[in-house]
């Protein structure tokens, strides 16, 4: 991982951050909360940097999910973006522009894993040319993975 600034943000735009500094350690974790907040199996988040993270456009809505603890979510789409603790502030991997360098290192709370989770990898792929040209031709109203000026570019959120 580099000093280099990164961006960030959730799926639709309204939510974007700038991290300064050297990124944490990249993590699974397997707890219950994690699995809800992320409505998947695990999240996969990096601790970003004390006092390292500027809020772009807006911020996040957070949800007090324990005594100690809150995540932080975009109020406009729900995207999962943060999870805070005395300790200090960890990002979503999912929600970085550029997520390439930051494979998990570690997996924590491993016994709270679902059974099934080291084997998904093992399952059959999916390979239809046909499904793949459909996807294609989707309209996505999905933010890039790259800062913008305005967005959407009409400049309104439904």
Not at 11 to 19: E, L, S, T, W, Y
Not at 29 to 46: D, P, T
Not at 79 to 106: Q, V
Not at 123 to 141: G, L, N, T
Request: glycine share 8%; charged share 25%.
């Amino acid at each position: 991982m580099t000093d280099a600034v990164r961006t960030g943000g959730c799926q639709c735009g309204a939510v974007r951050f700038r991290i300064y500094g050297k990124l944490g350690r990249p993590s699974i974790c397997h707890c219950r909360m994690c699995q809800k907040q992320f409505g998947s199996f695990f999240s996969a988040l990096v601790t970003a940097p004390k006092d390292g993270v500027e809020w772009t456009r807006d911020e996040p809505s957070y949800f007090q999910s324990s005594v100690n603890i809150d995540r932080g979510f975009c109020p406009k789409c729900g995207t999962p973006l943060t999870y805070r603790h005395p300790g200090g502030l960890e990002i979503a991997i999912g929600s970085f522009d550029d997520r390439s360098d930051l494979a998990p290192k570690i997996q924590v709370n491993y016994a709270a894993r679902l059974p099934w989770v080291e084997t998904i990898f093992e399952q059959p792929v999916h390979d239809d040319a046909d499904y793949y040209a459909r996807q294609e031709q989707i309209i996505s109203f999905q933010h890039p993975d790259h800062e913008t000026d305005q967005w959407p570019v009409a400049g309104d959120w439904k």
